[in-house]
């Protein structure tokens, strides 16, 4: 017993001190100074960095994200990259802009592959900069064989995705243990030959479905999934720049949505969420702030 206490009497000093150290620390100047971000590393020639930006928050970014595009020599950066994160590029660096909209390239996806190589053979540090995360339907694996044959390394720095930031920014989980116990996400692109989705397969209560690049087929997803068994009642929720101070979004049913969206259309990039969490957005704070700001801007 003596033993114990002797031990906690030695303790409580340095307990002490420690408190007071935490306590004093808000009010001492050099706080600030001694606090950094534990960055590292550097660009190295010859090298390509694929990577992801991110939903459009520069907040979202990775920490790896931002050190890169500070370093890089040149940037090709796509047309979902927002301003302030471009605005982290310092201006001697080189920018090309290789951006896709629907229905216009600015620049075919072979000619991209062929600008990466160039940049590096040349001895370049080059930051291949898309939208939200580069391999979710980022076109990564046609530019890492490009940067492969032509025997250059290449780097991968993931990002928030569309469907991460807009579950996030609407305050709603992707997965639940009441509502989905899987997640899929989905192009509306539809590239492949016989590209029509196997809507039976998508026909599920039990998970979360999330069509990238799809607001102008709204109509289609929701006949489809409703022709394969889900209930006109299913809802279903569409949100535009997720992330970003311009956000938007329609929360409605299978049955209801394509009048909603011919109501108040969207803009793009847009992202369609199907599932049972989509009815957690009536319970979420972060939907009603965000609903509250909307209302208060307009």
């Known amino acids: ?55 459009g928050d520069v907040e979202l970014l990775t920490l790896k994200a931002a050190r890169l ?103 709603i989980p992707l997965t639940d243990r009441g509502h989905a116990q899987q997640v899929r996400f989905i192009t509306a692109q539809l590239c492949r030959e016989g590209g029509m989705p196997d809507w039976t397969s998508l026909a599920r209560q039990d998970e979360t479905l999330v069509f990238y690049m799809g607001l102008s087929k709204v109509a289609a997803i929701c006949h489809g999934l409703r022709h394969a068994g889900l209930p006109d009642t299913w809802p279903i929720m569409l949100v535009a720049n997720a992330s970003q101070p311009e956000q938007q979004s329609l929360v409605g049913t299978l049955a209801d949505m394509p009048e909603r969206l011919a109501a108040q259309p969207l803009p793009s990039p847009c992202l369609i969420m199907v599932g049972s969490v989509v009815s957690m957005v009536a319970h979420s704070p972060a939907a009603r702030l965000y609903q509250t700001q909307c209302w208060q801007q307009h």
């Open 1 to 55: 017993m003596r033993a114990l206490s002797k031990q906690l009497t030695q303790k409580w000093p340095d307990a002490l001190w420690r408190l007071g150290q935490r306590a004093w620390a808000p009010f001492s100047r050099d706080t600030a100074a001694r606090l950094h971000l534990p960055l590292s590393g550097e660009c190295q020639p010859g090298t390509v960095y694929l990577v992801g930006a991110g939903s």
């Open 69 to 171: 595009l500070m370093q890089a020599d040149a940037v090709v950066y796509d047309r979902l990259v927002g301003d302030e994160v471009l605005g982290l590029i310092p201006p001697g660096a080189e920018r090309y802009y290789v951006g896709k909209a629907s229905g216009h390239h600015s620049m075919p996806q072979a000619e991209i592959g062929a600008l990466i190589v160039s940049l590096a053979q040349a001895g370049k540090s080059v930051v291949r900069l898309k939208g939200g995360d580069p391999g979710v339907f980022g076109r990564m694996g046609e530019e890492l064989a490009a940067l492969a044959e032509a025997e250059l390394p290449a780097e991968i720095v993931p990002g928030i995705t569309a469907a991460s930031a807009a579950a996030a920014g609407m305050g």
